[in-house]
């Protein structure tokens, strides 16, 4: 059972640099959600998608995109990174049909230097 | 818009104590809540939950009661374990959380 399986784990990154964290549930969730958790603060959601095809901002989306191009894989791209961007991201998937409670992945520990 | 408050941390506690973690939450309508459980340097796993007024939701000795008059969902143990030391997050329906409140338990 993969449940919600993220890419890197870790990564350290230089300003300006772009990457890529990759995110893919193998549950058929048509919801997925972007997180970002900074030091000792709770989770601000940064995208969500409702189904392939379909997304939307969160409450702190600036610096980020995304895409849902399946219903298996939400990448979340930084395209020029900043220190503010220091951060832990989590994946999460949810099929509200089936019950409202989300499945969240291990988390990608990013730094920006 | 809809929120969730609860109390900050952190919390800390000998083995064997009594725990209450409050949360109070904003909403419209009746949302699901739930009790999300990050334990160091580990995701978030899905504590316990409650889908409508009254219900208890339950799980690891934790348990919570969604209180539609005080709109609240405290969670308690009562009995902590160092084991249970980890941040918790009240959250409810559309995946809007609490801040946490980080719980210390020392044996």
């Known amino acids: 059972n993969a449940g919600v399986t993220q890419t890197p784990k870790f990564r350290i990154l230089k300003i300006g640099q772009s990457m890529t964290l990759q995110c893919t549930q193998d549950?058929?969730?048509?919801?997925m959600y972007w997180y970002r958790q900074d030091p000792g603060m709770g989770l601000k959601l940064i995208y969500y998608?409702?189904?392939?095809?379909?997304?939307d901002k969160g409450e702190v989306p600036n610096g980020y995109n995304v895409s849902r191009s399946t219903t298996e894989d939400f990448p979340l791209r930084l395209e020029l990174a900043a220190p503010s961007q220091t951060s832990v991201y989590f994946c999460?998937?949810?099929?509200?049909?089936?019950?409202?409670?989300?499945?969240f992945g291990q988390g990608t520990r990013l730094t920006v230097v | 818009g809809d929120s969730v408050t609860q109390m900050e941390g952190p919390v800390t506690l000998s083995e064997e104590a009594f725990l209450t973690i409050n949360c109070t939450y904003t909403?419209?309508?009746?949302?699901?809540l739930f009790w999300y459980v990050q334990y160091p340097g580990e995701g978030l796993q899905l504590l316990l939950k409650?889908?409508?007024?009254?219900d208890k939701g339950s799980n690891k000795g934790f348990e919570a009661t969604y209180r539609k008059e005080t709109t609240s969902f405290h969670l308690e143990k009562g009995s902590v374990q160092v084991s249970d030391s980890a941040v918790y997050f009240c959250?409810?329906?559309?995946?809007?959380f609490g801040t946490g409140t980080r719980l210390q338990v020392f044996p």
């Open positions: 998608s409702v189904g392939a095809g379909i997304t």
């Open positions: 999460a998937s949810s099929r509200p049909g089936q019950g409202p409670e989300a499945f």
């Open positions: 959250v409810c329906d559309k995946l809007i």
């Open positions: 549950m058929n969730h048509n919801y």
């Open positions: 909403a419209t309508g009746y949302p699901s």
């Open positions: 409650a889908t409508k007024a009254d």
